[in-house]
Nanobody, 126 residues
Framework: VQLQASGGGLVQAGGSLRLSCIVSGGTFSSFGLGWFRQAPGKEREFVGS????????KYANSVKGRFTLSRDNAKNTVYLQMNSLKPEDTAVYYC????????????????????WGQGTQVTVSS
């Protein structure tokens, strides 16, 4: 299974970006999908995740109301729409796939994700 993230870039504060992550080599609809991020000098942290059906989502408090996840099972792609970006959103963003049953109590734990993408850089200028 391979994950390929894209869509990062440089944006001014208040702007928007949409990240995409294409999953290949597995059964896309069987994966819960998550996004994590790692800022310089900090540990990687959970951003959000979406269930296999796309009906359930969970977000970190820091992005709730600004970021939105969606998935297109026909295109094997998960999206992270990021609005009202802030300088503190600057990080490398990683997508990940979890082959277990999506559960809001466990979905934030990166150790439970089986497959990871390579990351895409998001830089928000003030």
């Amino acid at each position: 299974v391979q994950l390929q993230a894209s869509g990062g870039g440089l944006v001014q504060a208040g702007g928007s970006l949409r990240l995409s992550c294409i999953v290949s080599g597995g059964t896309f609809s069987s994966f819960g999908l998550g996004w994590f991020r790692q800022a310089p000098g900090k540990e990687r942290e959970f951003v959000g995740s979406i269930s296999q059906s796309g009906l359930l989502e969970k977000y970190a408090n820091s992005v709730k109301g600004r970021f939105t996840l969606s998935r297109d099972n026909a295109k094997n792609t998960v999206y992270l729409q990021m609005n009202s970006l802030k300088p503190e959103d600057t990080a490398v963003y990683y997508c990940a796939a979890d082959s277990g049953v999506w559960n809001p109590g466990r979905t934030t734990r990166e150790l439970l994700y089986d497959y990871w993408g390579q990351g895409t850089q998001v830089t928000v200028s003030s």
